[in-house]
């Protein structure tokens, strides 16, 4: 086995073709994409140049599968500091500032020490400077407004909202899937 190998995970579509999700988009690593095709999970839809082999047998890596039985999405996004941001695009909802979700923070709009609560409803994407000037203020308080009010985002619109941020690694073979800098043809 050669090292190299570790950097060939498979996109993983569901049985209708769609990516489970895009950001973070659905991908396996190699061995769980092979281990799938063997137990018939899935089916292999476009391979690697690379192969993997054992003394009586060879397969090229997969480098997109999809699932035999469509997964369907869960009912409801799961409150987390990732799904907030992204339903708030990585960007500061005081000051509009687009950053990496390492400098990025959650504020209460109601704070908590006034009643507010953590839910999808009071909770907003902040950058640091601007959480830190909002203090335990409300807004009016601290004299700040939102870009967006705060609410409860669906699965298909953080799946659209994924979209725009596309992954370091794009490989050729997912591009047909993923529909980024896609060229159509006529």
């Not at 907003?124 to 870009?147: F, I, Q, Y």
């Amino acid at each position: 086995m050669q090292a190299s190998q570790a950097h060939y995970p498979a996109l993983v579509l569901n049985a209708d073709f769609r990516p489970l999700s895009y950001y973070p988009l659905s991908l396996w690593s190699w061995q769980d994409a092979i281990r799938s095709v063997f137990m018939g999970r899935v089916q292999v839809v476009s391979e690697y140049d690379q192969s993997v082999h054992s003394p009586s047998f060879e397969m090229k890596l997969p480098s997109v599968i999809a699932l035999n039985e469509y997964a369907r999405p869960a009912p409801r996004v799961a409150f987390t500091r990732f799904n907030l941001f992204l339903r708030d695009m990585f960007a500061c909802q005081y000051c509009g500032v687009q950053l990496p979700a390492q400098d990025l923070t959650f504020d209460h709009v109601v704070p908590k020490s006034r009643g507010g609560r953590t839910n999808w409803q009071n909770i907003v994407t902040a950058c640091r400077p601007c959480n830190s000037h909002k203090g335990h203020k409300n807004l009016k308080d601290a004299n700040m407004h939102l870009a967006t009010p705060p609410y409860q985002p669906s699965a298909f619109e953080l799946q659209q909202h994924g979209r725009f941020f596309p992954p370091n690694h794009l490989h050729e073979s997912w591009r047909d899937f993923l529909y980024w800098d896609t060229e159509l043809e006529d």
